[in-house]
T-cell receptor
């Protein structure tokens, strides 16, 4: 399966711990988007990255959240000192180009639960 | 900023009924419009898209027409099946932003009963 791969599928953390979510884009895709879906809500854009660059982080909370997409390896969304309100499904999507009406391909998401 | 307003759910229909899910948008540029479908426990799958005014996107019996004059992109299907039960999201991307980040509606949960 050459689709977008996210892991883990489910992640449980206690308040104050760190959460690391990983996303491997589709083969040949160098543009990655992260979205957050709160319960019973739509997806909200968080950050857009290309290899080694953050292009648009206008949807990222200013504190505790960070993202990277290194030259080698998956994109990582990192949440430090998690709080209950971070409980959500986090989806990654990839595309081959920044613009050009290319639809994004989504992974199955990581469901983060904070105890 | 850009926004998408989507018909509130949940929607429950009998099999073979006609489906309409309303979607309207606000955008500063000339957006591309999408419908995504989400099955339980899964990510989003692209259902159909339209990139310019009067385009009609279609897939699996679903259709939506990009109406610039009414800023709408309503989803329709003539005869729904139980397997169509899912959550449907209307979305837009605005290339004038320099990237393809998606702005989503809140989603409409559709349940089809036999």
């Amino acid at each position: 399966n050459a689709g977008v791969m996210q892991n883990p599928r489910h992640l449980v953390r206690r308040r104050g711990q760190e959460a690391r979510l990983r996303c491997s884009p589709m083969k040949g895709h160098s543009h990655v988007y992260w979205y957050r879906q709160l319960p019973e809500e739509g997806l909200k854009f968080m950050v857009y990255l290309q290899k080694e660059n953050i292009i648009d982080e206008s949807g990222m909370p200013k504190e505790r959240f960070s993202a990277e997409f290194p030259k080698e390896g998956p994109s990582i969304l990192r949440i430090q000192q998690v709080v209950r309100g971070d409980s959500a499904a986090y989806f990654c999507a990839s595309s081959p180009r920044p613009v050009g009406n290319q639809p994004q391909h989504f992974g199955d998401g990581t469901r983060l639960s904070i105890l | 900023g850009d926004s998408v307003t989507q018909m509130e759910g949940p929607v429950t229909l009998s099999e073979e009924a006609f489906l309409t899910i309303n979607c309207t948008y606000t955008a500063t540029g000339y957006p591309s419009l999408f419908w995504y479908v989400q099955y339980p426990g899964e990510g989003l799958q692209l259902l159909l898209k339209a990139t310019k005014a009067d385009d009609k996107g279609s897939n699996k019996g679903f259709e939506a027409t990009y109406r610039k004059e009414t800023t709408s992109f309503h989803l329709e299907k003539g005869s729904v099946q139980v397997s169509d039960s899912a959550v449907y999201f209307c979305a837009l991307s605005d290339p004038s932003t320099g990237n393809e980040k998606l702005t989503f509606g809140t989603g409409t949960r559709l349940t089809i009963i036999p």
